[in-house]
C-alpha cells in the first residue's frame, strides 16, 4: 500500500478532505523521524514501537578494490510490533 492509498482509505473511513488526511500522515511521519534523530523512541500502545538499534563498527570489504573498509557505529531505525499487532497479522487470535 503507497502513501497515497493509505490517504485515500482513511478519508473515505473518516469522512474528511484527502488532503487533510495527507498532511495528518505527514505530520505522523515527521514526528517519528524527529524523534528518532534524536534518540527517542515512539511507542504506539495497541499498534507497536519505533526504536533505535546501534550498530558496532565493523569491517567490511570492497571486493571491486579487495580492500578493507571500517563501517562506523551507526544507528538503525526498526519497528517493534505488539503482540496484538502480531497476533492479528498472522491470524492468530486470541
Do not use: W
Amino acid at each position: 500500500m503507497t502513501k497515497a492509498e493509505l490517504t485515500s482509505k482513511v478519508a473515505k473511513s473518516t469522512g474528511l478532505d484527502p488532503q487533510d488526511v495527507l498532511q495528518v500522515i505527514e505530520g505522523i511521519m515527521e514526528t517519528i523521524k524527529g524523534s528518532l534523530a534524536k534518540g527517542d523512541n515512539v511507542y504506539l500502545r495497541g499498534f507497536g514501537t519505533f526504536q533505535l538499534k546501534k550498530r558496532a563498527e565493523k569491517t567490511a570489504r570492497n571486493i571491486s578494490k579487495n580492500t578493507a573498509v571500517i563501517v562506523p557505529e551507526h544507528n538503525i531505525p526498526f519497528f517493534k510490533p505488539c503482540e496484538e499487532f502480531k497476533d492479528d497479522v498472522s491470524g492468530l487470535k486470541k
